[in-house]
């Protein structure tokens, strides 16, 4: 089984700044893309910010420049620096992993439990 734990949400004022992680566990053979998703009440889950194994990244268009997405393989984990927040940016972020897991043939998706980030004054 893989396991991903989120980190790092938190209540912070507008124009604040925040650091979540996501780190991935388990029997992991390796992890292609890493991501961090959004969900506002009532509102579907977005994409923020994906990374693939080698760096390259992609960023909704929404927290471009104020966004950063990184990635530590050594360690399976993902981060997401958010600067210069917004109260739209309120949502439970969740974290996303293409893992293949030892032994398996094909990887899959696996997902977070998700974390509450809330910009308010």
């Known amino acids: 089984q893989v396991h991903l734990v989120e980190s790092g949400g938190g209540l912070v004022q507008p124009g604040g700044s925040l650091s979540l992680s996501c780190a991935a566990s388990?029997?992991?053979?390796?992890?292609?893309?890493m991501g961090w998703y959004r969900q506002a009440p009532g509102k579907q889950r977005d994409l923020v910010a994906r990374?693939?194994?080698?760096?390259?990244?992609n960023y909704a268009d929404s927290v471009k420049g104020r966004f950063t997405i990184s990635r530590d393989n050594a360690k399976n984990t993902v981060y997401l620096q958010m600067n210069s927040l917004k109260p739209e940016d309120t949502a439970v972020y969740y974290c996303n992993a293409d893992v293949l897991m030892r032994g398996a043939i094909v990887a899959r998706a696996y997902w977070g439990q998700g974390t509450q980030v809330s910009v308010s004054s």
């Open positions: 990374i693939t194994s080698t760096g390259s990244t």
């Open positions: 388990g029997s992991i053979f390796s992890i292609g893309y």
